[in-house]
């Protein structure tokens, strides 16, 4: 993961709602009105979250019919691990 990528992943999960959507994610992929009635913020706001979410490579969605789906994006959760484990090994 580059020094660029694992910026924008960290910079994303600095913010408690977004650790929080991914919490939710990992259970499985889910639409943007189902993540709002587990959180206690709107839909417009869970679409800014997932928007920063989806840049920063953490989540991606496909859609299906007429819904949009979010779950977790695997390459990058392992790179953003991959970034941790070289910085513990060098310590």
């Given at each position: 993961m580059s020094?660029?990528?694992?910026?924008?992943?960290l910079d994303a999960l600095g913010d408690?709602?977004?650790r929080r959507i991914l919490e939710r994610l990992s259970a499985g992929a889910l639409p943007v009105g189902e993540l709002a009635e587990q959180l206690p913020i709107g839909r417009p706001a869970v679409s800014k979250?997932?928007?920063?979410?989806t840049g920063a490579g953490l989540v991606e969605h496909t859609t299906r019919g007429t819904r949009?789906?979010?779950a977790l994006a695997p390459e990058g959760q392992v790179g953003l691990q991959q970034w941790i484990v070289?910085?513990?090994?060098d310590a």
């Open positions: 020094n660029h990528s694992a910026e924008l992943a408690p709602m977004r979250h997932l928007r920063v979410l949009n789906l979010y070289s910085l513990w090994d």
